[in-house]
């Protein structure tokens, strides 16, 4: 078990030096208000990727989070990205520090298992308290990515709203046996044209991880 200071150096260097990453705003017509957009991930896909998590022993949700830096990291144009990430099923999300750099999609898939590792042995310190010990009043997170929502593709009823300063909630689940991606958003943020087109970056993301991880990730557009 990490000690306080060990906790503190970690999230020193997330909220600190990660800072937070911003993607463009995106609606002719903004409206106050939330409303999301969900998608199927094919069989096909999703069994050649358990295949690869298997092989790369982790869990499949660091493959979702891999898919998911890539995506922020194309609608940003940066290669380190920091997202929400929900760690735990029915967690809140913490701040997670990602790099792009990594050349191949394997290479991508092992760093981001290995931040989200390092992320779960510090997620139990009260982060939220030490952005007010520092005060720290730049938006910790946009976007969220939650793997394990607790209850159906989103962890929320969409009428709940988004907390904070996010914008974006991705969601993946597996309702009734079928993968599903599942994005809640900010209407006076993104449109629905824009939603759709996020969700769909993110399943080519999965798609070519599941058709060649070695590829240069890259060299391949989403």
């Known amino acids: 078990m990490a000690t306080r200071v060990e906790d503190q150096e970690f999230w020193r260097g997330v909220l600190v030096t990660g800072g937070s990453t911003t993607i463009p705003r995106w609606t002719l017509r903004p409206m106050t208000g939330v409303d999301e957009h969900e998608a199927t991930i094919s069989d096909d896909i999703m069994n050649a990727l358990r295949r690869l998590a298997k092989d790369l022993t982790m869990p499949l949700d660091s493959v979702m989070l891999a898919a998911h830096a890539k995506v922020l990291s194309a609608l940003s144009g940066e290669h380190e990205v920091t997202t929400g990430y929900v760690a735990e099923e029915g967690g809140q999300p913490l701040p997670c520090r990602l790099t792009t750099a990594p050349t191949s999609w394997r290479a991508l898939l092992v760093d981001t298992h290995r931040v989200a590792s390092e992320l779960l042995s510090h997620k139990d310190f009260p982060v939220d308290e030490l952005r007010r010990e520092w005060d720290l009043t730049e938006p910790s997170v946009e976007t969220v990515l939650d793997p394990n929502p607790a209850f159906g593709p989103c962890s929320t009823d969409v009428a709940d709203g988004l907390a904070g300063d996010t914008v974006l909630w991705m969601a993946f689940s597996e309702p009734k046996g079928r ?44």
């Open 179 to 222: 993968p599903t991606l599942r994005l809640r958003y900010r209407t006076d943020v993104l449109d629905a044209d824009y939603a759709a087109r996020i969700t769909g970056y993110h399943l080519t993301a999965l798609a070519l991880i599941a058709a060649d991880p070695d590829a240069e990730h890259a060299r391949q557009s989403l």
